[in-house]
């Protein structure tokens, strides 16, 4: 197949993924990769990246000048008012100490480090740290290169920073757009520019350049395959949605796309199906014999018609027969799967 190189078919799907997605959901799909096996690589990718080194970089100086905002916490005091008495407050706590008439609750201001600011701060750092747990999957005697220890060693450095004292008291909780807005437009916000990237990074670890390797060769023609299949019915004037994925299986209008490592079984039907036709590369690429290739496809495509495509340039004869079979069977409905010209 010679239209599409590897990583251009690889690129041209994943910008047509819909968004957001789960990542080990998108590459089981997409690559039949284990979920263990994504989040090893996302854990490692992100935790080397140039936004982890640039953030914990930045750390020391961020976490000497956080952000803070003045909040009126109540504390109890005895013989002496720190400010405005909450006197519904004082009454409860003198009943409980029988009567103390000096004990008063009063309302203090005190510095709050939970700002829209240093939430991001914190988020950013817990990706780094959540990113090296995964590389922790791997076993550190039998995986110990220079990648997976810098993976651990940033992980180390970014908990430590969320250990300290005026971080600890920081929600955690995940950032909403309302948030990270605040966060933006805040008088400090500049500052903390390195955290906005990283949280950018963590959001999408993973792009076709890491996954690209771990493709093998029919899943790499398979790729250009259904790239090629989609442009194709674009060409003829079909608009197709967004490719979303499903128990496992990527859809993209009358497309699915079933990995055959998603099966784990060569007993169901994996490919391309075009409507209810199956579309697919030989499973084998030493020495093709087509007509083997051909009855193999058909045996396993359970009675569907069943096209093998060798070459790219044979896309649109199969896109041909789908729309022709697709209306076929919805000629007695009165409709059809393709609306195409």
């Known amino acids: 197949m010679g239209a599409h190189t590897d990583l251009e078919a690889a690129a041209g799907l994943w910008s047509r993924l819909a968004r957001p997605f789960v990542l080990v959901d998108v590459v089981d799909a997409l690559l039949g990769l284990s979920t263990e096996v994504v989040q090893q690589l996302a854990g490692v990718t992100v935790a080397v990246c140039d936004e982890a080194a640039a953030l914990l970089s930045d750390a020391p100086l961020l976490v000497r000048s956080l952000t803070t905002s003045m909040a009126s916490v109540p504390i109890r005091t005895r013989g002496e ?56 999957l791997v076993g550190a005697h039998e995986y110990d290169d220079h990648t997976l220890r810098l993976a651990r060693d940033r992980a180390r450095e970014a908990r430590r920073y969320l250990d300290h004292p005026a971080l600890a008291r920081v929600s955690r909780e995940h950032i909403n757009a309302r948030t990270l807005k605040r966060a933006k437009n805040g008088k400090k916000g500049h500052r903390y520019e390195n955290a906005f990237r990283m949280l950018d990074r963590a959001a999408e670890p993973l792009n076709v350049a890491d996954l690209l390797p771990f493709c093998d060769r029919r899943t790499r023609l398979q790729h250009r395959m259904l790239l090629a299949a989609i442009e194709e019915l674009e060409a003829r004037g079909l608009t197709l949605p967004a490719m979303r994925v499903e128990g496992g299986i990527l859809l993209a209008g009358p497309l699915t796309y079933i990995h055959p490592r998603r099966l784990r079984t060569r007993a169901h039907v994996h490919g391309l199906l075009i409507g209810d036709v199956l579309v697919d590369v030989p499973e084998r690429f030493r020495g093709i014999n087509r007509a083997r290739a051909e009855e193999s496809l058909t045996a396993r495509a359970g009675g569907r018609p069943s096209i093998l495509v060798i070459d790219e340039s044979e896309v649109p004869h199969a896109i041909d027969i789908a729309i022709r079979r697709a209306r076929e069977l919805s000629r007695s409905a009165d409709e059809s799967v393709f609306e195409v010209v």
Do not use: H
Request: proline residues 5%.
């Open 81 to 136: 008012v720190r400010g405005p008495v909450l006197w519904g407050e004082t009454m409860s706590a003198r009943a409980a100490t029988a009567g103390d008439t000096d004990l008063f609750v009063c309302k203090s201001p005190q510095r709050d480090y939970d700002t829209p600011e240093n939430q991001v701060l914190v988020r950013a750092l817990k990706s780094i740290v959540d990113a090296g747990n995964a590389v922790e």
